[in-house]
């Protein structure tokens, strides 16, 4: 069975941190491709990172680069989102997704097999 369980949003104030995991179980623990993607309330889900599982390359939304920062932890087969300088504007649902194969477009939603449930952060001002 394929698993994706994020941890680590809650409550913090402009400028500060938070760091989200995602782990990953059955099927999911052999994806290539693993992403992290944010909604807003009323919004479309929009793209946030990428990692490569192999080669650990990464790419990032404008809006975060500088400031968020993806990184894998391959023993414990676990993406983290390390999240610097937030903003109020990074109040979100953020999901963390895997894709079966090497994403061609990978801040296309629709290349994804598998999500995770969500976790919230809300950044106050």
């Known amino acids: 069975q394929a698993q994706l369980v994020e941890s680590g949003g809650g409550l913090v104030q402009a400028g500060g941190s938070l760091r989200l995991s995602c782990a990953a179980s059955g099927r999911t623990a052999t994806a290539p491709t693993r992403g992290w993607f944010r909604q807003a309330p009323g919004k479309e889900r929009e793209f946030v990172a990428v990692?490569?599982?192999?080669?650990?390359?990464?790419y990032y939304t404008d809006s975060v680069k500088g400031r968020f920062t993806i990184a894998r932890d391959k023993a414990l087969n676990t993406v983290y989102l390390q999240m610097n300088s937030l903003k109020p504007e990074d109040t979100a649902v953020y999901y963390c997704?895997?894709?079966?194969?090497?994403?061609?477009?990978?801040?296309?939603?629709?290349?994804?097999?598998?999500w995770g449930q969500g976790t919230q952060v809300t950044v106050s001002s």
């Open positions: 990692i490569r599982w192999s080669g650990g390359s990464t």
């Open positions: 997704a895997a894709s079966r194969r090497l994403a061609s477009t990978p801040i296309d939603p629709r290349e994804y097999d598998y």
